[in-house]
């Protein structure tokens, strides 16, 4: 054998393992160069992904806020509190519906409050549709005539001015409180009407307070009332006419607590039966609704519509993800030479599964976020629009960031596992 | 002088089928640090194999492979990848270029892998390019250059995690002759400071630009 001495390279010290794997940023950037240099294809399979999570944060988001916009209303309506209304009026067996009879009386409110333990307040109500005016000014609003105990029983204060006293009840005062929509309306928005006066039919009502914004309950606007006295309401307005007392619309009643309300109900039908002479054979000729329950049902129903929703949303997210393996897939084959190359000045299976990995949880997760994006003004242009209020849960964000992660890493393990085994001569043979 | 290479009974079987093809019968070979060899033999004579199995992309089937005193034949892939990366520079026929990468960023892909930070990637590169005359072309992508300046990076990537054994196959397959004697004259330029040399050739007028010739025919080395 034929030997030349020449100066060799002196033997470096060699570590049989590289020590540290190459590092996160690294890769990161290389994944960033790889995907940026095929921006189209990069960004159509962006799109499930975006797609995916975008529904699911709006719809998440706008289920929660339409919730919260009725945890909100049954805030309002006190969840303690029975509505009773008289029974439909029944001529010649067509009912009138319920609240067009008038059975009940302000002397029931009084005999319940004092006869049913369960139960803390009564309020009674009775209330036309009416026109109210100011100077040259007409408003037709909704006039209640209200008792002492309304401003407790239904939660609600005066934002300004006073509530009525027990005089103005008994005398039957020409005074009004207003809702605040018709104080907006007839005297100016954040007006001070204290004092100045209020034309009802034919009489003037002086006004002594204005309620604070309660908001709207379905099509109804709760603000656009005008609260009077039940007496002057009863003697002016309506005119007595109950067989005996003061006839009402209905009843609110205000149990001790939450959990008297069964006992309250029971309570109060049993004492208004025995009140109003009904046979045992006799249906009731009143009805009590609980306000509460309802609210309730509807919440419990937009909850599962919501998860019924977010879960077909996800199936998009499923989409997006086999969209994702799809194109790695093709990209693995694609690049088959690169990783040839790449293994063969040194790059250790490790780090060939890592890039391809990361690529695919790069599109991903920046899909993800451009989808969250996407979903968070969405949810907030739809409480715009259908005046719910915008709810975004950390946890949603959280959710979302986690869930594009998640699909990213499973739609690389394929084929990404497919890249790493390559053998490197057949990968720098490949064309 | 101490050994780069030791090979002691290599031999390589593939199976086709149902049938075993042995491409190497049996290999024992020497190579000193600072020879410059070539490797000469028809196609299909095992010599493309060889070259694999010595540059750590391949294993044998049975024998043992010692470089610079360190017997690969219980290395893992990662450990024969890290090897190639720290001690071997390829150089290939058709180039093996990144197409979408710049001359500069091809040269600095052996050293992400050694885990070296980007600044001086970057400047180990430029020196690498320097050194085999493409000063002007650094950021120019494979498609901008000539073959013979494409080899030069492929060469300026082999040199620069500074490797004991240079291997070359075929280096000047994919060149016109003037290119090609350019291209040999700076492979005789790396072996004269002191880099260890393998070509794989066809070639009789490269080949006689080594200080040895290894004939392999059918497996065996012929002598």
Redesign the interface.
């Known amino acids: 054998m034929k030997t030349i001495s020449s100066p060799a390279s002196p033997q470096k010290v060699l570590a049989v393992k590289r020590t540290d794997p190459v590092s996160g940023l690294e890769i990161l950037s290389m994944a960033v160069e790889a995907l940026w240099g095929n921006k189209l294809r990069t960004g159509l399979t962006m799109l499930g992904v975006v797609i995916g999570i975008a529904s699911v944060i709006a719809i998440a988001s706008v289920g929660q806020g339409v919730q919260k916009a009725t945890e909100q209303r049954i805030q309002a309506l006190g969840t303690d509190v029975l509505q009773v209304l008289p029974s439909a009026a029944r001529t010649g067996g067509i009912s009138q519906g319920v609240g067009s009879s008038s059975t009940l009386t302000w002397q029931d409110a009084e005999a319940i409050v004092k006869e049913a333990p369960a139960v803390a307040a009564v309020s009674a109500y009775l209330q036309r549709p009416g026109q109210v005016v100011y100077e040259k000014d007409n408003h037709s609003t909704n006039i209640v005539g209200i008792d002492l105990n309304y401003s407790e029983v239904k939660n609600t204060k005066t934002a300004l001015g006073r509530f009525l006293t027990p005089e103005e009840l008994d005398q039957a005062q020409s005074v009004a409180i207003l809702g605040s929509t018709v104080r907006d309306e007839l005297f100016g928005k954040d007006s001070t009407p204290i004092g100045k006066k209020l034309r009802i039919q034919t009489e003037s009502y002086e006004i002594i307070g204005v309620f604070e914004p309660k908001g709207s309950e379905g099509s109804m606007d709760r603000d656009d009332q005008v609260f009077i006295p039940l007496t002057s309401m009863s003697k002016r307005i309506v005119g007595n006419n109950a067989l005996s007392g003061v006839a009402v619309n209905g009843l609110f009643v205000k149990a001790r607590s939450n959990d008297d309300m069964e006992a309250a109900k029971f309570q109060v039908v049993n004492l208004l039966r025995l009140r109003h002479n009904l046979a045992a054979s006799q249906d009731d000729d009143f009805t009590i609704r609980n306000q509460t329950d309802i609210v309730n049902t509807f919440t419990a129903v937009v909850g599962l519509l919501t998860i019924m929703v977010v879960t077909i949303a996800s199936i998009s997210l499923v989409v997006g993800g086999i969209g994702i393996a799809n194109i790695m897939l093709v990209s693995v084959v694609e690049r088959t030479r690169e990783i040839g190359i790449r293994k063969a000045v040194g790059a250790a299976n490790s780090d060939i599964l890592n890039q391809f990995l990361v690529e695919s949880i790069v599109i991903s997760t920046v899909g993800g976020s451009i989808g969250m994006a996407i979903g968070i003004v969405t949810a907030f242009l739809a409480s715009l629009a259908f005046s719910f209020p915008f709810v975004l849960s950390i946890w949603a964000i959280v959710c979302g960031l986690v869930l594009s992660f998640i699909v990213g890493l499973l739609a690389g393990v394929i084929p990404a596992r497919n890249a790493a085994r390559l053998d490197p001569i057949a990968a720098l043979r490949s064309d | 002088?101490?050994q780069?290479i030791q090979m002691q009974a290599i031999t390589k079987t593939y199976r086709l089928g149902e049938v075993n093809v042995p491409v190497l019968k049996r290999i024992d070979l020497?190579i000193?640090?600072?020879?410059?060899v070539a490797i000469m033999g028809a196609s299909g004579s095992g010599k493309s194999t060889l070259m694999?199995i010595i540059?750590c992309?391949?294993r044998p089937t049975t024998g043992n492979y010692v470089l610079?005193g360190?017997n690969l034949t219980a290395?893992s892939?990662?450990?024969l990848?890290?090897?190639?990366?720290?001690?071997i520079g390829?150089v290939?026929q058709q180039f093996?270029?990144?197409s979408?990468s710049t001359a500069l960023e091809n040269v600095m892909?052996?050293m992400?892998?050694?885990?070296i930070p980007k600044s001086k990637r970057r400047q180990q590169a430029t020196q690498a390019l320097i050194r085999v005359g493409l000063a002007n072309f650094l950021s120019n992508r494979p498609s901008q250059l000539s073959g013979g300046q494409q080899q030069r990076v492929a060469i300026a990537?082999a040199l620069v995690?500074?490797p004991?054994l240079v291997l070359a196959d075929e280096p000047t397959g994919a060149l016109d002759s003037e290119t090609s004697r350019e291209v040999m004259e700076l492979l005789t330029e790396l072996?004269?400071?002191?880099?260890?040399i393998v070509v794989v050739t066809h070639n009789p007028e490269v080949a006689a630009r080594t200080?040895?010739v290894i004939r392999v025919q059918d497996g065996l080395i012929v002598h």
């Open positions: 002088m101490p780069m020497e000193e640090q600072g020879q410059y694999n540059g992309l391949d610079e360190r290395f892939d990662d450990e990848a890290y090897v190639r990366n720290q001690r390829f290939f093996n270029l990144l979408r892909l052996p992400i892998y050694a885990n990537r995690n500074k004991a072996n004269q400071q002191g880099i260890t200080k040895q």
